[in-house]
């Protein structure tokens, strides 16, 4: 290849036509190649340059553009990011905003007047006990109220009344006060509610000088009755007794002579604040063994008396008596003449437990003007709870209507003395005075 010759742009072979291409050939000019002066190309090397340089500038555009639309999507991303972040805390607040008024709505007591100063309670019904399934008629009162013998305490018996609330009331210790007749007044003696007249200042002043209940009734005026209850068959034994002892009002307690437990039962119960009754056997129609100590038919005043005094020795003093069994004794007005007379001179009371519709005591009394007890209740015929207080019920009834009613129980039944405690401060807030059976009899004369 001749030295003054050029290769084409493009690299192409070295052939005529591109000869006479720049010769002019095609023009019809033939001119030699050497006078012929090419035009100069850039070389390989340039054109790789630019080209490249020429590359680098569109990706450098490109990558711009890219970066652009990265910087663009991230910053929305963190703007809807930052909007929903706020969304849910605005969202928070306003919840806990609406909870908190609901809140403060709810607890606002109503301005309806000021808060009540302790607990209020509830209003005391007539007799506040439960309702008791009440149980079938009661056989006739003659066969029913006979005792068993002491030795055997499941047959219930009749007892006396209650006693004087302080101290032991002996034969003459208590001195016969005047009064009315009226039941609901029946004297010194006559148990009255510490809580009937109570201090109207604050509710922490009281006798005991401990703190009164808050927002207690006021007791109902007098008019509902005395209650005195009577506990027979005192002697058998100790344990028996203690329960009685614990009873808060006055009680009377009528003690069995002869027995083991006779005299140490007296003493606990006159240590015990109670009144204290002879609780004298007697011979009954069914023939029942009466136990020691006990009158039967066939005795003259003299053996009457003996027998008596005896008893009155073992136990005493003593506030007064009343029959165990003895229902064929209480209708021989002859024999009763003796036991009512004794009674007379020694200063003491006669409570008729009526363990017959025949009894003579009540016409004997009235002839010779002495003053007597009688019973009204008896109790425990049955020693379930429910039948105690439906007969309690019927007794506090006959208070109601005729000024005062005698309730007798036995120290064998093991509920009876719960259900007197409990019933106790209910009874006093209804208005039911509590008495001893001497002071009944006291009161009537």
């Known amino acids: 290849m001749d030295p003054g010759t050029r290769p084409p742009v493009h690299g192409g072979a070295y052939n005529e036509e591109s000869r006479s291409l720049f010769t002019g050939s095609s023009l019809g000019v033939f001119l030699p190649i050497n006078s012929v002066e090419m035009p100069k190309l850039p070389s390989k090397r340039g054109l790789g340059k630019k080209s490249r340089s020429g590359s680098k500038s569109k990706r450098k555009r490109k ?12 910053a929305g991303s963190v703007i809807i990011l930052s909007a929903l972040i706020s969304l849910f805390f605005s969202f928070g607040r306003d919840r806990d905003r609406v909870e908190k008024e609901t809140v403060i709505t709810e607890v606002v007591p109503p301005e309806s007047g000021p808060p009540e100063t302790g607990p209020v309670r509830p209003a005391v019904p007539e007799v506040s006990l439960p309702e008791p399934v009440k149980p079938p008629p009661v056989p006739a009162e003659e066969r029913k109220a006979e005792d ?8 219930p018996e009749p007892a006396g009344p209650g006693i004087p609330e302080a101290g032991p009331a002996s034969p003459g210790a208590v001195k016969a006060k005047p009064e009315e007749t009226s039941p609901v ?6 148990s009255k509610p510490a809580a009937s007249s109570p201090p109207k200042s604050t509710p922490q002043n009281t006798e005991s000088g401990r703190q009164a209940p808050a927002a207690r009734p006021e007791i109902p005026p007098k008019g509902r009755g005395t209650v005195v209850f009577v506990i027979d068959d005192a002697g058998n034994n100790l ?8 009873y808060p009002g006055p009680l009377t307690i009528a003690v069995l002579p002869g027995l083991p437990h006779s005299a140490e039962a007296a003493g606990m119960i006159r240590k015990a604040g109670k009144e204290v009754f002879l609780h004298q056997p007697m011979e009954a129609l069914g023939g029942q063994n009466p136990g020691p100590g006990a009158l039967y038919t066939g005795m003259g005043p003299g053996d009457i008396r003996a027998v008596i005094e005896t008893n009155i020795a073992g136990i005493g003093p003593i506030a007064g008596m009343n029959n165990h069994q003895g229902s064929r004794i209480t209708e021989d007005e002859a024999m009763m003449e003796t036991v009512l007379a004794l009674c007379r001179e020694q200063g003491i009371y006669f409570l008729d437990s009526r363990t017959t519709a025949a009894t003579a005591v009540p016409s004997t009394a009235r002839r010779l003007g002495i003053t007597i007890g009688e019973r009204d209740i008896f109790i425990d015929n049955e020693q379930d709870r429910a039948s105690m207080i439906h007969y309690i019920e019927e007794g506090l009834k006959k208070a109601v209507q005729k000024g005062s ?7 064998w039944s093991p509920a ?5 405690t409990e019933l106790y401060p209910r009874l006093l807030e209804q208005g039911y005075s509590f008495s ?4 009944l009899i006291r009161s009537k004369k």
């Open 416 to 420: 009876l003395a719960p259900v007197l």
């Open 239 to 246: 344990r028996e007794l203690e329960p009685f002892l614990r």
């Open 148 to 155: 068993s013998p002491p030795a055997k305490p499941g047959v």
């Open 436 to 439: 001893t059976a001497s002071a």
């Open 185 to 190: 007044s029946p004297g010194p003696q006559v």
């Open 63 to 74: 990558l711009t553009r890219a970066d652009a639309v990265r910087a663009i999507a991230v």
């Open 405 to 411: 009613a005698v309730m007798i129980g036995h120290t």
